[in-house]
Every structure is written in C-alpha cells, then in structure tokens.
C-alpha cells in the first residue's frame, strides 16, 4: 500500500505551489486515508545554484503511519530536486525509510540522459537510461502549470521523470472550472483539476492564486488537505488499519480456503466497474466482465503432473524476463543461489524443485509479520519474517537462482467473511504451462480461493502496478459466492 501513498503523494506535490515568483514558498499538508490523520508532507521551493547555475531547489518531505492488524508502518521521505526555471532537470537526491528499510538515490541528468545511483538493501547500482526530449521532473508540474497557465476546460499531457520509481510517466491533466471547497474554517473557490498518473486518478483543487487547497482518491480513501506548519506536525497515532479498511465484503463465510477444490462467485461493483478495468486487463485471471458492474469468476483447485514438468534449468525463448533479477528478487545472489541448489538436491524435475523450495520457504519465515511492507527476498532471507508478500517474493528469487522462471501474482484472498490483500507466485513448467503455488500456506497446489486480478515482474514500477491495480478493487466491491465444494 506504501508505493500507492508514495505516487499519491507526488501527484498531489506536484501542484504546490503553482504561482510564486517570490521565492522560498514553503507549504504544508494534512495527510488523510477515510477521513484520518495518518501523516502530513510539506513542499519548499527556492531559488539556489547549483554548478554555478541559478536555478530552483524544491525539497519534498513526507511522514505517515498506518497499521496491518497489530503492525504499524511507518514511512518517511525526503527528495530534493534542482532544476533550471525552463524546467530543465538537472539533479536529484532523495531518502526513503520504510519502518527500517532504507534507500538512498541520486541522479545527475545531463542531455536528456539520467546517470543514477541506487542504494539499497546493502547494494550499490549505478543505472543510466535516456529521457524523452522535454521531460521534467514529476515535482515540476507546479511550474509546467505556472507557465501554461490555469485555463478552465484546458487538457494537458505531460512526460515527467519520476526519480522515485526511476521511470518516465505520461501525466494526463484536465482543468475544470471553479468550485467551493472547504479546509479548516476557511472555504475556498478553487479549480477542480483532474489527473491520472500510473492509472490513478486524483481531484485537485487549487485556488485562484494557484495554490493547492486539497487533494482526493475517493476510489482510496485518500485525501490531502493544506495545513499551518502547526497543525501538520501536530502528534498522530497509526489508528488506520490499512488492511481492515480496504478489505473486501463476501457474502458468506468461508471457513477452510486452503481445502476449497472450486468456488463460483460474483465480483459485484456497487458503482460500477473500476476505470480501467477490462477484458484486456483481466488477461491472465480467470475473471470475465458480464455487464457494467459484474464480472464472474470460477475457480478450480488444479493439480499438474509431475511427469509433465520439464528439468530445469528452462530456457526456453520469450521467458527470460521471468528469470531475470530485480531489486527485490536477488536471484544471482551467491547465498540465495547456493540456498536454492541445497533445497533442490538432486532433483531436476521444476515442480518438484519449486514445491521443495515453497515448502522451505514456509518454514523458513518463522515470524509471519505484517511489520515489512515490501522486504528484499534477502531481507527476508535473513530477518526470517514476512508477510505474505516477503514469501513470494524470496520463494520466486530462489526459483529464478535455479533457472525456473516464475511470475508473482496478487489479488484477494478470504479470511472468514472478508477478502484481503494477498500474493503468491507462479512457477514454469515447460511448453506453456504455469502453476500456481502459496508459500505463505505452504500450498504446492492453490486452493480455488484464490482470486487473482494482476500477475507479471517486480520492478519498482511492477511493484506499484500490483499495488494499484489490486486496491482499485476495493472500494465498492463484493465478492458474492454462488458455489463453495472442499475437499
């Protein structure tokens, strides 16, 4: 949930302030999920130099905590970024703490070329990639909208650099025209803007001297609202359960999920199918849309034969992202190699090896904590708690050390008469056969309670992907079960 906040966050920073010539301006903001106090962000913009050029500096801080049951999370941010008044990028640096887990980055971006330095769990990484001609910096979108001015029924589209995913985005932006908003005791008379950054959409509302005045997801609960310095930084306690309150209604009960052999049921949205939500973007799952607020789902628990499976390694062409590492999945790590071999034995059949490996796994994470939001598969290796992102995760790394490709996959997963967020991971078997298997409950085989909405790769942009195409479901939505068989 913490890199919907994070993208959230940059979408709602990016409109303060947009009018200012008379510099610093220094802004503060209540930060809101269903209407509580769960942190606050500030944005300082200012004029300084930077390698003998006079340029701006805006420094970005956020601060928030929220609970996963009985775990808080807390998370803090602080990212400069120095920038020319043509809105020419020219560096960054920034720091992210995660209830522990830190990283550390900075980038020198030169002739539409970013030179970056990536810290983080224990690695340095230098990466350099090319920027599209006329990129900013995702912060800069204030001055993009100071120079093209507040035009009501005006839409933008605008390529940003976004230094904390180390990505280029497209942003889509539409100015509305004025509406009354209140903040504090004082109502203002704002635009309403919209925009849609990593397919989430936000309402904006900024003021007639070009400051924001709030911020909304509704499809999230999410809300910034401007504060005095005082009020922003006044004590807060991590009350919001970010799990509890985006849990998903069932219909029924169901009371063994991990001996549900198939289950039938609705997906029924109260108002409406979620934006972006398709045939197209449901590829992959078993979901099928019927009409405008429903899709159905069928779901079988589906044992593959062992004979069938092909001896790793498995290289076959068109799969080598599936083997690829990413920062989260270190599957060319000496220990994590030598641990997967060691699991493995002798065995060269891949789904025996991945059954062996997700039955380690299980065992291995002895502390099932929801305290690590997105822990490392080597954190996760070496901490031996987890939740059940931190299963996957470290369960794929050590497939992929074997040469068995594997995929993660996110949806919802029931506990009594709700559904919660929930991961687990797809392995390769060979001639285009994958299966599905839960570290997180020890399942070689997947129950058929498993609902999936998203699966593909875990880069930093993949990992916000899973976030967000899984969260958008949870606002009005019900999963209404038709038929239920165990075991």
């Not at 401007?226 to 309150?245: C, G, P, R, Y």
């Amino acid at each position: 949930m913490y890199r919907i906040l994070k993208a959230y966050c940059i979408a709602i920073l990016f409109l303060a302030p947009l009018f200012g010539a008379d510099y610093p301006i220094s802004e503060y903001f209540n930060i809101l999920i269903n209407d509580s106090k769960v942190g606050y962000s500030s944005v300082l913009t200012e004029k300084t130099i930077f390698e003998t050029k006079t340029c701006l500096k805006e420094t970005t801080y956020m601060l928030f905590e929220i609970k996963r049951f009985k775990d808080s999370i807390k998370m803090e941010t602080k990212t400069e970024l120095y920038f020319s008044e043509e809105l020419e990028p020219y560096y960054f640096k920034s720091y992210e703490n995660l209830t522990g887990q830190e990283r550390f980055m900075e980038g020198r971006i030169k002739q539409n070329k970013a030179y970056i330095t990536d810290k983080f769990a224990g690695k340095e990484e230098k990466k350099e990639f090319a920027l599209p001609p006329g990129t900013i910096f995702a912060g800069m979108l204030d001055n993009f909208l100071r120079k093209a001015g507040l035009l009501p029924n005006k839409s933008y589209v605008v390529k940003v650099f976004d230094n904390s995913m180390l990505s280029v985005a497209d942003v889509k932006i539409k100015i509305n025209g004025l509406e009354k908003q209140t903040a504090g005791n004082r109502e203002y008379s704002c635009y309403a803007i919209d925009t849609e950054m990593y397919n989430i959409l936000t309402s904006i509302y900024v003021d007639k001297q070009g400051y924001t005045i709030r911020t909304k997801n509704a499809q999230l609960g999410l809300e910034e609202v401007i504060a005095t310095e005082a009020e922003a930084k006044k004590s807060f306690s991590a009350n919001v359960d970010i799990l509890s309150d985006f849990a998903v209604k069932c219909s029924r009960i169901i009371e063994r999920p991990g001996d549900v052999k198939e289950m039938n049921c609705s997906l029924v949205f109260e108002k409406g199918l979620p934006e972006g939500l398709n045939q197209n973007s449901l590829s992959g799952t078993s979901i099928k849309i019927i009409k405008e607020n429903m899709a159905i789902c069928t779901l079988r628990r589906t044992e593959f034969p062992v004979e069938k499976a092909a001896a790793f390694p498995i290289g076959e062409k068109g799969l080598e992202k599936y083997l690829k590492p990413s920062p989260y999945e270190q599957s060319e790590d000496a220990e994590l190699i030598k641990t997967a071999r060691t699991i493995a034995g002798n065995e060269k059949n891949s789904l025996k090896a991945a059954g062996k490996i997700v039955n380690w796994v299980n065992g291995r994470v002895v502390n099932k904590s929801f305290s690590s939001v997105f822990a490392t598969a080597k954190e996760t290796f070496d901490s031996k708690q987890g939740d059940c992102k931190g299963h996957a995760v470290l369960a794929s790394a050590l497939c992929k050390a074997l040469g068995i490709p594997a995929k993660i996959a996110a949806g919802i997963y029931p506990v009594n008469d709700r559904f919660y967020y929930h991961m687990w991971l797809e392995v390769y078997l060979g001639n285009g056969n994958w299966a599905a298997m839960d570290p997180t409950f020890n399942e070689t085989v997947l129950d058929a309670a498993h609902i999936k909405l998203v699966e593909g790769t875990l880069d930093d942009a993949g990992k916000l992907a899973f976030m967000v195409e899984v969260y958008k479901y949870f606002k009005n939505m019900e999963v209404v079960v038709f038929k239920l068989i165990y075991r």
